[in-house]
């Protein structure tokens, strides 16, 4: 089993910048997947951006490319998700997510962390 703890969640001003990090443990990710996803009020869970084992590929939802940078420390077993210039709309619950195979572009995976709130006020 792999247990996925979101942090880095909080109230920024719109024009800020929050680093959200998403510690794994319980197994070794770093031959895994790894995926960062939001979910707003009364919307559906959408993927963010994702990012491949060895870091070398990444994907990103095409609203996200240019404010948002996923990455990843296999050594510390964490990913993170640099997110910058944010908006009001950018406002969810921030869910990180691991699994061993499947696409880059995927939105299944195995394992998902509790999530961390994001609020942007304008």
């Known amino acids: 089993q792999v247990q996925l703890v979101e942090s ?13 990090s998403c510690a794994a443990s319980g197994r070794t ?3 895994y997947r790894m995926g960062w996803f939001r979910q707003a009020p009364g919307k559906e ?9 060895n870091g070398g590929s990444t994907y990103y939802t095409n609203s ?3 404010r948002f940078t996923i990455s990843r420390d ?3 077993n964490t990913v993170y ?3 910058n210039n944010l908006e009001p ?3 969810a619950v921030y869910y990180c997510a691991a699994d061993p195979g499947g696409i880059l572009y995927s939105r299944n ?5 509790q999530g961390t709130q994001v609020t942007v006020s304008s």
């Open 8 to 20: 880095g969640g909080g109230l920024v001003q719109a024009g800020g910048s929050l680093r959200l």
């Open 29 to 31: 990710v770093g031959n």
């Open 45 to 53: 869970r959408e993927l963010l951006a994702a990012i491949r084992c």
């Open 64 to 66: 996200m490319k240019g």
């Open 74 to 76: 296999n050594a510390k």
């Open 81 to 83: 998700l640099q997110m």
């Open 89 to 91: 709309e950018d406002t």
């Open 109 to 113: 995976y195995n394992y998902w962390g």
